[in-house]
């Protein structure tokens, strides 16, 4: 299973959801399993370092699978990642905010959050990576029901579209964190974007 470009937008809007509720503006980024940019946003008011600090986060917690805190614990004098951070064109992050993404128990990508405190982006990044679990959660389930094959990601932002206007017409917040992870479970259940 992967992280399809459309799954990768709604964590996003998990994540600034989370950076507002915090009061902080904050830059996030999701990429793939290779450390591949398939998600940016980049909240008003961010400082501009964390554009780059954040894919960097994501980059980093990708290509190491590991998260940027442990990269950085292991990158100590002394310890095995001794001096990692002077490789990959300086693309590697020794403090928290890139968090690795699981899907199936396997790194399918990675979160970057930047523009807060450590502890402020750790507090970001953290609920993006429970929210994946359960849209993979949902994902199982609702495979059982789904047709086989897979969409296009025009037709995946379609049902996206169209599962969103079903939720407000029943009255739904079509922005609440419920909402956002039953559409990524469904966006995973339907498959690979062709």
């Not at 793939?32 to 909240?43: A, N, S």
């Not at 990708?62 to 998260?67: C, G, V």
Request: aromatic fraction near 4%; charged fraction near 20%.
């Amino acid at each position: 299973m992967i992280i399809s470009y459309p799954v990768a937008r709604i964590l996003g809007v998990i994540a600034e959801a989370k950076a507002s509720e915090l009061g902080v503006p904050m830059a996030m980024a999701i990429v793939d399993q290779e450390g591949g940019l398939l998600f940016f946003g980049r909240m008003e008011g961010t400082l501009p370092a964390s554009t780059e600090l954040a894919i960097s986060k994501a980059y980093t917690a990708a290509a190491l699978r590991l998260s940027t805190q442990q990269v950085g614990e292991l990158a100590q004098p002394g310890q095995t990642m001794y001096g990692i951070q002077h490789t990959h064109n300086g693309k590697i992050v020794l403090f928290g905010g890139g968090l690795p993404l699981r899907l199936t128990d396997r790194v399918a990508g990675a979160v970057g959050i930047s523009g807060g405190t450590v502890e402020e982006d750790v507090r970001v990044a953290e609920p993006l990576v429970r929210a994946l679990e359960e849209m993979e959660c949902w994902a199982e389930h609702l495979r059982t029901i789904m047709p086989e094959g897979t969409l296009s990601l025009h037709d995946k932002l379609h049902l996206e579209a169209q599962f969103q206007t079903a939720l407000v017409r029943m009255g739904c917040e079509r922005s609440s964190r419920e909402a956002l992870i039953l559409t990524g479970g469904i966006l995973l259940a339907v498959g690979d974007v062709k």
